[in-house]
């Protein structure tokens, strides 16, 4: 079984996630390699520093982050005391700095933020819109023709699953289901797995026979099947999730932020469709719009959680393992060699 890992790299799309995040400047530790954003050096005692995972930017070149974090410096003044950012690998990198009250604000996958061993440290103030709802539903795509209509004719079937922004939740309710029809988790039950981060790269390999499955938002089927409403025809939808949240931007209820940090905040997030460079991004990357934050976006999600780790024996971070395994990878690993 094997894993594919498709790259991303695109100063825009870079420059979106800064504006949704509401950040001003970005320290970014890869490896060895440290790369600073120019405004970085004027942060002083009074920054304001936002951690953000590297799931939120999978793919993204580091030389493009300096860049489009340049460009962003130039073009907007977030605030003018300064701030600064750092992206930190894994949940629990960003947990462990929350508890050291290294970071002030974060921006997290809903999957990590329910991982996380102590959620009540996180207040949650904003989620982004990509979909018609906050939070998007995966769906299991199926080709006909390839002989899968069933959840049990998926027995050593090659199966693509959407990653990107969405993280691996998509994986995650994939062996839900499974496991709903008494079936094997999907490592011991397809003969393939692969990941990929554009929906184009999802769908089309089994719209061409090439795969026998998927597994992608709703958002994302729909969108490849305006473009091409043969895909609907050919591809049958075996099985849809609930609604289930993305990510989310909160601040760190250890941290102690000024009334007047917060504000500006949260009007930075939530008013990002108000000038006409923030709408073109928006709808270039499909961000209709930022909500303020409800409690109720987790709900599905949460029940998710709980359902895989009864019905797998498997802590929820399981498949998040894997996504950072993968990051970390050649662009093909054995899946049975990461367990």
């Known amino acids: 079984m094997r894993v594919t890992r498709f790259h991303l790299s695109s100063r825009l799309r870079l420059i979106a996630l800064i504006c949704v995040m509401g950040l ?3 320290v970014m530790a890869a490896d060895d390699d440290t790369l600073t954003s120019p405004a970085a050096s004027d942060v002083g005692e009074n920054a304001y520093p936002h951690g953000i995972t590297t799931m939120q930017l999978t793919g993204v070149n580091l030389k493009d982050a300096q860049t489009a974090i340049s460009l ?3 073009s907007i003044e977030y605030d003018r005391r300064g701030s600064e950012g750092k992206f930190y690998h894994t949940y629990q990198e960003i947990y462990q700095a929350l508890l050291d009250r290294k970071v ?8 990590e933020y329910v991982a996380l061993p102590d959620r009540s440290i996180v207040e949650p103030y904003a989620v982004q819109v990509r979909g018609e709802a906050a939070e998007m ?4 795509l199926a080709s006909v023709k390839n002989g899968v209509s069933s959840l049990a004719n998926l027995k050593g079937k090659r199966m693509l699953i959407e990653t990107g922004i969405a993280g691996m939740a998509g994986a995650v309710w994939l062996d839900v289901i499974l496991k709903r029809e008494n079936l094997p988790e999907a490592e011991q039950f397809l003969g393939r797995i692969e990941l990929a981060q554009k929906s184009s790269e999802t769908i089309l390999p089994v719209f061409f026979g090439q795969m026998d499955a998927c597994v992608v938002s709703r958002t994302s089927y729909n969108v ?3 473009l091409n409403p043969q895909i609907g025809k050919r591809l049958t939808i075996l099985a849809e999730s609930k609604p289930l949240l993305e990510g989310l931007t909160g601040f760190s209820r250890l941290a102690d932020i000024p009334d007047d940090q917060r504000k500006t905040t949260i009007d930075a997030t939530m008013n990002l469709g108000d000038t006409p460079e923030g709408r073109q991004i928006m709808t270039l990357f499909r961000v209709n ?3 303020a934050w409800n409690d109720n976006y987790l709900n599905n999600l949460k029940e998710l959680a709980r359902e895989y780790e009864q019905s797998t024996g498997k802590k929820i971070d399981y498949w998040l393992w894997k996504g950072y395994a993968i990051n970390d990878s050649p662009s093909k690993i054995k899946l049975s060699a990461m367990q």
């Open 289 to 291: 719009k930022i909500e």
């Open 224 to 226: 490849m099947n305006e």
């Open 24 to 26: 001003a400047g970005i």
């Open 137 to 140: 539903s995966y769906v299991l």
């Open 72 to 74: 962003w410096m130039t």
């Open 104 to 111: 002030d604000t974060v921006t997290i996958h809903a999957l």
